[in-house]
């Protein structure tokens, strides 16, 4: 068993540094041919898998931009239906460019730390696709 665990931090530690060594700073957002689990969208957020075992994975992701909105309500689900609503707008042409943007995964929604009888803020987010992270359009 300790043996085992030892080995796994090794690999571990000799996957960092390969990663380390072809560091790249670009986005990544992309294909999600790449990844098995990813089949809904054209593009997900992709990650650079550093090691793994029958267990768990160690993953690295790059920052990325995303498309966020707040919605302040009770409830998880009235919050994000509003939200999504709005950055499905967004990504159908309400935008200063008037691009269409292709729906990507995951879609995010940040928690607020509340109690039940409170009002809450809940943060929406879509991910950008890969051609809109340098210059994404901006929301109106
Ligand atoms: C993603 O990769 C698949 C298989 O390699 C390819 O058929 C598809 O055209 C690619 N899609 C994009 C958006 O590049
Ligand atoms: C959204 O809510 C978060 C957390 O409350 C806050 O930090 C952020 O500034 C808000 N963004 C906008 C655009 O209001």
């Known amino acids: 068993m300790h043996r085992n665990q030892n080995s796994d931090i090794m690999i571990c530690l000799s ?8 560091l790249t700073t670009e986005a990544r957002v992309g294909n999600s041919s790449e990844l098995k689990f990813c089949s809904e969208t054209e593009q997900c957020l992709l990650f650079d898998l550093i090691c793994k075992t029958e267990e768990y994975e160690v993953r690295h992701y790059d920052s990325v931009k995303w498309v966020s909105t707040n919605e302040t309500s009770f409830f998880m689900e009235f919050a994000a ?3 999504f609503r709005r950055l499905y707008e967004y990504i159908t042409g309400a935008n200063d460019q008037g ?8 879609v995010l929604v940040k928690m607020p730390d509340k109690n039940f009888w409170q009002m809450g803020v809940y943060t929406m987010s879509f991910l950008l696709p890969a051609e809109y992270q340098i210059n994404p359009p901006k929301p109106y």
């Open 99 to 106: 691009k269409k943007i292709e729906m990507t995964a995951p």
């Open 15 to 22: 996957g960092l540094v390969g990663f380390l060594l072809v």
């Open 81 to 83: 239906m509003k939200a």
